[in-house]
């Protein structure tokens, strides 16, 4: 039983370049939310994706855009990379309406330069 | 209001021992609390998670007290091992209507070790 997975694991970007981060649910999943971690910090939440739609949005730019596919696998999208950008990008699956266990990739490191 | 404040930030603890990782919160409506445990390079994973409406869990060797009057909750490690040394995250989260398990709100982070 495959568990999160996500793509590509490491990535180097300029300022101002775009980015596109994909993850896989773990089987059974029907629910993607997205996760930045900066370097000491804890996760903070970008959105959530059920149905191919955003269902809840955290404290993120315009500049973070997500999509969700029939399969329920998900991208995530960032325009106009800043420095700040650089984190480990956590994608998490979870079944939608039950409030448990978000299970966790291993994230996409993104580094802007 | 959103937020779930955590210390200490590290951890050092000799083999055996009893770590204990705090958090406190504000908003009342959080109703669901996780813990995870972050190993470097790797996705946080969940360990042990409580509901405000008991005041501790035990699974293992891990345990969670939770004081709804004070608003702030704790993990203890039981016999700790060096295999216990990770980066460990207190959460909460609201149930609603909406899948409310993804917008989980993370403390900022301990850092553990354990000591052989």
């Known amino acids: 039983d495959a568990g999160v997975t996500q793509s590509p694991t490491h990535l180097i970007k300029t300022r101002g370049q775009q980015v596109t981060l994909r993850c896989s649910p773990k089987?059974?999943?029907?629910?993607v939310s997205w996760y930045q971690q900066a370097l000491g910090q804890g996760p903070q939440f970008i959105f959530q994706?059920?149905?191919?739609?955003?269902?809840q949005r955290g404290n993120f730019p315009d500049r973070f855009s997500g999509h969700q596919f029939p399969n329920y696998s998900s991208e995530l999208n960032v325009n106009a990379l800043l420095l700040g950008d650089s984190a480990l990008y956590l994608c998490a699956s979870s079944l939608w309406g039950a409030t448990g266990e978000l299970f966790f990739g291993e994230g996409s490191r993104l580094t802007v330069l | 209001q959103q937020q779930v404040k955590q210390s200490p930030q590290s951890l050092i603890v000799q083999k055996g021992g009893i770590p204990i990782i705090n958090c406190a919160y504000e908003?009342?409506?959080?109703?669901?609390f996780p813990w995870y445990q972050q190993f470097p390079g790797k996705g946080p994973a969940l360990l042990i998670a409580?509901?405000?409406?008991?005041s501790e869990k035990k699974e293992g060797r891990f345990t969670i007290s939770f004081n709804k009057s004070a608003k702030q909750f704790s993990l203890h490690i039981m016999d700790s091992q060096p295999g216990d040394s990770a980066t460990y995250f207190c959460a909460a989260s609201i149930s609603s209507t909406y899948s409310s398990a993804s917008k989980i709100i993370f403390g900022s982070g301990t850092r553990l070790s354990i000591r052989p």
């Open positions: 908003n009342t409506a959080f109703d669901y």
């Open positions: 409580i509901r405000p409406d008991v």
């Open positions: 994706y059920y149905e191919e739609e955003e269902r």
């Open positions: 089987s059974g999943h029907d629910t």
